[in-house]
């Protein structure tokens, strides 16, 4: 039986957030394996004892446990900023959303060459606004007609839609972190470093030619701080930040194209 790979796990959770842009779904089938033996035990927020065990009593512990520490904090959180820079599907991407329990967020992603896309969830409706460069490569036949039609201005639609509900998905930090389930896994404790300035313990594992290393917060509550993953045929770097903070969904103003009335 293949050994679980929490971390390996873990950057597959993230990728829910990309599902719109053709993450891979191979790995959002290994982040469900990760949470099978413990997800019972791991529902629900953490006790306070749990989530902010000081930087010292953490450090006390092996990769394990500080891995299982780290997968639930993460669960708890009422909102978060996740941000990419890496390859997917064999593409540049750069991805940068703020998302909360309410299914609100904002956010944006831009695909090297092939575009940028700004997004905001505000109540029911998502607000998408796309540039010349998107719309000629994702929007097929009709993508430099929608180019000159619609262009640089801010569209509208449901979320509940067809086309947008994957958008939309990445909107709500419950959901993008329901896969952070402790279990078993081989992570490796490291030195203690800073992310950003802050105390962090880095955990390195392993997944076939993939190396993950992780580091995790060491005070206040365990929360992943970033993640590089090298090797493999998406490296990238991803970082957590701005844990519990309320997300600012404002929906825009001004010439905005409603996509469900055409």
Do not use: H
């Not at 309410?102 to 997004?119: I, P, W």
């Not at 509940?160 to 078993?184: N, R």
């Not at 203690?192 to 030619?209: F, H, N, Q, S």
């Amino acid at each position: 039986m293949r050994s679980t790979t929490t971390l390996a796990a873990l950057c597959a959770v993230t990728a829910l957030a990309l599902t719109a842009c053709g993450t891979d779904d191979d790995k959002g089938g290994t982040a469900g394996k990760s949470g099978q033996s413990a997800s019972a035990s791991s529902k629900g927020s953490p006790s306070s004892k749990e989530s902010k065990a000081s930087g010292s009593e953490l450090e006390k512990l092996t990769g394990p446990q500080i891995a299982n520490k780290a997968m639930k904090a993460m669960k708890s959180a009422t909102s978060l900023t996740t941000a990419l820079d890496g390859t997917v599907d064999g593409g540049p991407m750069k991805y940068r959303m703020s998302s909360a329990n309410n299914g609100e967020c904002v956010g944006n992603m831009s695909f090297g060459t092939e575009g940028k896309v700004e997004l905001i969830k505000s109540g029911d409706l998502i607000y998408m606004k796309f540039d010349r460069a998107f719309w000629k490569s994702q929007g097929g036949k009709d993508g430099a007609a929608a180019a000159d039609s619609i262009g640089d201005r801010w569209t509208k639609s449901k979320a509940s839609g067809s086309d947008f509900k994957d958008f939309a998905s990445a909107c709500d930090s419950d959901t993008m972190l329901s896969g952070f389930e402790a279990g078993p896994n081989l992570a490796r404790k490291g030195k203690a470093t800073t992310v950003d300035g802050k105390p962090a313990i880095t955990l390195t594992e392993t997944d076939g030619d993939e190396t993950y290393t992780t580091y995790v917060a060491t005070e206040g509550k365990p929360y992943i701080l970033k993640m590089v993953i090298k090797g493999g045929k998406e490296p990238g770097t991803v970082t957590f930040g701005d844990f519990d903070k309320p997300v600012d969904a404002k929906a825009p103003t001004g010439d905005i194209v409603d996509l469900d009335a055409l």
